[in-house]
């Protein structure tokens, strides 16, 4: 079963930036959906950003929406996030998941994803 590897996680204080990295060939510039999820301390795993890896439509959670922006680097076969403006709310262990055969909309829950890495720590301190 293909894997997915996750880079990049890190602590800052809070208003810093990070940069985390999914090591995804095989679904960059495929038809396929690439989303990041995470997981805070004591709470559900939710889904923060998405992309269709063939369309490059890119989807948010108002939680994070206007601070963070997902892109795929198709050469390398990555898909990053940007996290601007961090806050201690977005304190978490951050997953990659993935998907074939279909673009994004409508596919947001953790069932929806076969493919999964094994996430990467990020910690924001005020």
């Known amino acids: 079963q293909q894997q997915l590897e996750e880079s990049g996680g890190g602590s800052v204080q809070a208003g810093g930036s990070l940069r985390l990295s999914c090591a995804a060939a095989?679904?960059?510039?495929?038809?396929?959906?690439v989303a990041w999820f995470r997981q805070a301390p004591g709470e559900e795993r939710k889904w923060v950003a998405r992309?269709?890896?063939?369309?490059?439509?890119?989807y948010y959670s108002q939680s994070v929406q206007g601070r963070f922006t997902i892109s795929q680097e198709h050469d390398n076969g990555l898909v990053n996030l940007q996290m601007n403006n961090l806050q201690p709310a977005d304190t978490g262990i951050y997953y990659c998941?993935?998907?074939?055969?279909?673009?994004?909309?409508?596919?947001?829950?953790?069932?929806?994803?076969?493919?999964w890495g094994q996430g990467t720590q990020v910690a924001v301190s005020s």
């Open positions: 998941a993935a998907v074939r055969g279909t673009s994004c909309p409508g596919i947001e829950r953790q069932n929806d994803f076969p493919y």
């Open positions: 095989g679904f960059t510039g495929t038809n396929g959906c």
């Open positions: 992309i269709s890896t063939w369309y490059e439509s890119t």
